[in-house]
């Protein structure tokens, strides 16, 4: 219940700016820490479903990359011991799709290598379909402010440095995982939305 009144703190902090809320939000998410914890030294096939909701609520949540970790090992750990009662469990499909989950993150000093050439292609053909749709709303009359901002993460990716250690990217791309969690969400919401951009919702909805 503290994970997810967490997320919904986090959600008003992110709509309003409120640093109250935003505090009331970080308490939530201190007490759901603790009580995850105490659920996992008490892993039952019983609480597992409730275990796995409440770390992928938290994980949302890491603004962290040290935090963020830890909570991967964690609920990659859960799902592993989830394998012989999965088909049981309400979050099956998200079990067997267990890949999604890296299990050795990158240490926190670790620096990449160059961007392939079908990544650099990928970002820039993004680039020029979110222009496209950009100049369609402007056109229409309709909010770009959403659009916009999501240009700027998608140049700021094609900025990133081989020097850039995990920590810094992690960093780098905390606004736009923010973004990914809640801008979607506010536009499939609205009664009447056209056309480009209730497809551009359900794409960015889908990359989270």
């Not at 020029?128 to 990716?157: C, N």
């Amino acid at each position: 219940m503290h994970s997810l009144l967490a997320l919904s703190g986090s959600h008003l902090a992110w709509l309003t700016g409120c640093p109250l809320t935003a505090n009331i939000a970080f308490e939530h998410r201190g007490i759901a820490l603790k009580g995850l914890y105490g659920a996992i030294g008490s892993f039952l096939r019983e609480n597992s479903d409730a275990v796995l909701a409440a770390s992928l609520l938290l994980l949302w949540q890491a603004t962290e990359w040290r935090d963020w970790t830890r909570l991967m090992h964690g609920t990659s750990s859960i799902i592993d011991a989830m394998q012989p009662w999965k088909i049981e469990s309400q979050f099956e499909d998200f079990i067997v799709e267990k890949s999604t989950f890296s299990t050795a993150p990158p240490s926190p000093d670790a620096c990449f290598n160059y961007p392939k050439q079908a990544d650099l292609d990928a970002i820039q053909l993004a680039s020029a379909q979110l222009r496209r749709v950009e100049a369609y709303l402007v056109g229409k009359k309709e909010g770009t402010e959403a659009i916009s901002q999501l240009i700027t993460f998608v140049q700021r990716l094609q900025m990133l440095s081989p020097s850039d250690t995990t920590t810094q990217r992690f960093d780098m791309l905390d606004p736009l995982r923010t973004w990914l969690l809640w801008v979607p969400v506010m536009y499939l919401r609205r009664p009447q939305m056209p056309l480009p951009a209730l497809s551009f919702s359900h794409t960015t909805t889908r990359l989270r």
